[in-house]
């Protein structure tokens, strides 16, 4: 017999998640539905933008729903689009950025309760995603 989930279902509506703007920007934690899973929708218009260097404690994958993105992941810099999964190890600093030509929309997928960022600003940038805070 399968094992009993320890969590319910439950639907969230996009008001509830998701920014009213666009391009659209969204934070979900799952620690309050019992899920360990944080869900992060980033989208820029502006080739060139993205996060910046940083890492978290935990394994990331990103889908890429739209567009062109320039990944670093340690030491391995490559380009994913639209449809392609990138795989980010705890503990390993990241970036991507936009390459265009248009928008660039990914669904982060954070493989924890609860968003833990360490940010590693490079000279002369600002810190990663501040308007998803």
Do not use: C
């Not at 279902?9 to 899920?35: C, F, R, T």
């Not at 394994?59 to 992941?73: C, P, R």
Request: hydrophobic residues 35%.
């Amino acid at each position: 017999m399968p094992k009993k989930s320890r969590i319910n279902p439950v639907h969230i509506s996009k008001d509830q998640w998701l920014k009213q703007q666009n391009p659209p920007k969204g934070v979900l934690e799952g620690h309050a539905y019992g899920a360990d899973v944080v869900v992060i929708r980033y989208a820029v218009d502006k080739v060139g933008e993205g996060p910046n260097l940083h890492m978290h404690p935990y394994d990331e994958i990103f889908h890429i729903l739209e567009g062109t993105a320039e990944f670093t992941v340690g030491d391995k810099q490559f380009i994913a689009k639209e449809g392609d999964l990138v795989i980010g190890p705890a503990n390993i600093p990241h970036a991507y950025k936009n390459v265009g030509p248009g928008r660039l929309d990914s669904l982060d997928i954070h493989l924890n309760n609860e968003w833990i960022q360490y940010d590693l600003p490079r000279e002369g940038e600002t810190l990663s995603a501040e308007e998803l805070s």
